[in-house]
């Protein structure tokens, strides 16, 4: 493990990531609000220490990465991000305390959602476009947008890739890294803009659309108004976001074949359709449990319903509705769906319906080899024969994911929190969800928890958006030896 390149790397990554602080310093002196100076203190600080790292160890040799290292860069660079982006939060005027100010960022950076602040429409604008805009960097990946533009990461750009895309099986949709890069980001990019387009075109005020469209697209779902997307109140609005949250739940290399005129490829996809298909078989059956019990009208069960079961599925967190006062049934399907989570290469998280797709047929493979022991059957996905290095994968993937839900179930219930608050906490955080259940359900937030669940659940959201491995294998006495 060459520590002192992966400091340069992490050094050049926080360098980077302290120079997009400038765009929501420009916001701040745009409104001239009070976040103005908490902006630029928080840029000149991340720069400068970004760029001291960076300085101090240029004389490290650039030459491959190996996986163990990339992990290690990923994990280094996501960690001192979420708390380079705490910065403004807490030197800012509205008192955050240290582990309020961390929470709110990595909740950001991970894309989860989940939120320390009681009074969001009393932050100043730079503050609000600060919390959205780290929501979407974080959305494509911090380390995806570095390999677009920071040239000397080439050498070890693929194992970075693999390190932090969200999906058992990375798309490579150029020859060169640098290129699948720069194609995911100009994708993720014409569809922020046109939401923004949509979404004023419908009335909203240009700093709530960009503010909105700027955490769709990641499935972050932070919003500016304190009851989430429900301040509108407008089926117009609602439509708008189950599109573009379907849209950042599919993976992002169909949509690319999608636009260079291959429509035929997304239906191809095996993923795409079990995800089609899991949204429209939820969207009913909630919809359906909903009506008469809570709407009246067949029309608002569906709005809503529709509404909540993309916005949980895809991982946005989103709400137009209190899902609590909801039929045990929906909320049921609502906390499966924060497991579930979006397809791989998307910007969701969760573990992945294309885990889940295997899952299923893998164990119907061992039923099958029950009743015919002698038979050999393989698992395929779309026609494609499935590796077993890849099955046993998503396996160990899958126990390890629930085990440290599990684990981290416990560790919050020991710190006094109850039973169904501590569900929804945890899976909300894993599944970079946002809201949860309890005490953290779609109309309150996490600023009553311990400040010790706070930190653990910051940590259960860094493992949610590395997808588990990246952040564990720091645990493994085997990943420091040769």
Known sequence: MRWRYIAKVVGWLTLFFGLTMAVALLVAIFYRDRSVRPLLFSMLTTIACGGAAALLLRREAVNNISQR???AIVALGWTATGLFGALPFLLGPDGFTLVDAVFESVSGVTTTGASIITDIESMPPGLLF??????WLG??????LSLAVLPFLKSGGMQLFKAEVPSPVPDKLKPRVKETAVVLWKVYILFTAAEILLLAAGGMGWFDAVCHSLTTLPTGGFSPRNTSIAHYDSAYFDTVFIIFMLLAGINFSLHYQLIRGKPLSMWRDAEFRFFLGTVVFLVLLVSFNVYRDVYQ????ALRYGAFQVVSILTTTGYATADYEKWPFLSQLVLLLCMFAGASAGSTGGGMKLLRVMLLFKYSYRELFCLIHP???VHVKIGGRLI????VRSVIGFIVIYMGLFAVCCLLLAALGVDLITTIGAVAACIGNIGPGLGLVGPTDNFAGLPAAAKWLLSWCMLLGRLEVYTVIIFLVPEFYRK
């Open 69 to 71: 290292e990339a992990m």
């Open 130 to 135: 600060w919390r959205s805009f780290i929501q």
């Open 139 to 144: 959305g494509m990946g911090i380390i995806v």
């Open 297 to 300: 009208s067949a029309g608002q």
């Open 374 to 376: 002698h038979s050999v």
């Open 387 to 390: 590796p077993e290095e890849v």
